[in-house]
């Protein structure tokens, strides 16, 4: 007799090929599948390093992910067809097995396994509107950057696909906690994730869960909560350095767009872990903007100058001078320039910027 597992634990630990099948006791395959998978990848280094191509690489990457879908795909189905069985007593003191009707581990079962596709699980659980607010932003938002990336033939949209698997992890929360809700008996309201937010506006209080969730976008968690002009410079300027960097093509700066995520993203939790417990203040990065709109118009006169350049100058000297290869030599000197320029002017700042403070502190600022 099959003893009683966990359905939901044997299909999560079965990311790892067999891990799933040994713990459903299925041995036989615990052994084939690992074999195959991990067999197949090294196979593929040692004719990789043998022949010093990456095909063989590849194509044992690639054969790897089908036996491991096929692993998958094969626990589903013997969890789909199994039936726990029950042992009663017949009048004689004969034991008989008989099939256990399905309960609660059941259903979270089957809705947990639906969310794996957002909005799913909660079709299952009658919240039709709730689970098409889940399908939409999940596959709206993949399709729309998609659909960017290859109208403007711009790689750096494809970044905000890293929204996607907040969505799904929230998704996959939320479904979690409405089966718990469920089989509690609580009664479920089929509520849009927008109508939730208005929700929480009206009663004056804002979602931590969700602010949270918007700080993985700089600034967005900030402004969510109120921070306007902070949460709005963050976004400025984690795009804008994205913008001017693919631009101007400054490789060397690229390693800033990381840190200023970084920055944001736990200015925002800093945030989240205030609300509620005391008033935020909405301080923004640079004070006193009307100080520093001279040096934004400069650098929005130079961007314009440049595009003037690169688009119209530039194109009509590689027409007269053929083989001088004008467009690479002036990129390489005005990237050269402005890295020169940039770090030469952050280590005069730093060195001339100090200021001593009435009470003998030091102001950078």
Not at 260 to 281: A, H, K
């Amino acid at each position: 007799m099959q003893p009683q597992r966990n359905k939901g634990l044997a299909f999560i630990i079965n990311v790892i090929p067999g891990l799933g099948h040994y713990y459903w006791g299925r041995r036989g395959r615990a052994l084939l599948y690992p074999l195959l998978f991990f067999g197949i990848i090294m196979a593929g280094i040692a004719l990789g390093i043998v022949t010093n191509d990456d095909a063989p690489f590849i194509f044992s990457i690639l054969a790897a992910l089908f036996i491991w879908g096929i692993n998958m795909l094969d626990l589903l189905i013997a969890l789909l067809r199994y039936t726990p069985m029950m042992v009663v007593y017949d009048e004689y003191g004969r034991p008989m097995q008989i099939p256990h009707e399905k309960g609660e581990d059941s259903e979270r079962f089957y809705t947990i396994l639906l969310s794996f596709i957002p909005g799913l699980g909660h079709f299952q659980l009658g919240l039709m509107q709730r689970g098409l607010s889940f399908l939409i932003s999940f596959f709206g938002l993949a399709t729309i950057l998609m659909f960017l990336a290859g109208l403007t033939h711009e790689d750096v949209f494809l970044l905000f696909l890293g929204m996607l698997p907040i969505i799904w992890l929230y998704c996959m929360f939320d479904v979690v906690q409405l089966v718990h809700r469920k089989q509690a008996g609580e009664l479920l309201f089929d509520r849009t994730l927008f109508e939730e937010l208005e929700s929480g506006r009206d009663g004056g209080r804002r979602s931590k869960v969700f602010a949270t969730m918007l700080s993985a976008f700089p600034g967005a968690g900030q402004m969510y909560l109120g921070l306007q002009k902070r949460g709005l410079q963050m976004m400025l300027l984690f795009l804008g350095s994205i913008y001017v960097l693919d631009v101007l093509r400054l490789s060397v700066f690229l390693f800033l767009i990381p840190v200023i995520w970084f920055y944001c993203f736990f200015d925002g939790l800093q945030q989240v872990s205030r609300y509620g417990r005391e008033p935020l203040r909405d301080i923004p990065l640079i004070e006193g903007f009307a100080r520093h709109q001279r040096w934004v118009g400069l650098g929005l006169v130079f961007l314009g100058l440049y595009f003037v350049f690169t688009s119209v100058v530039m194109p009509f000297l590689e027409t007269l001078f053929p083989d001088a290869y004008i467009s690479y030599q002036i990129r390489n000197y005005i990237k050269t320039g402005l890295v020169a320029i940039v770090l030469i002017g952050g280590g005069i700042k730093l060195l001339t910027g100090s200021k001593k403070e009435p009470d003998g502190g030091e102001r950078f600022f």
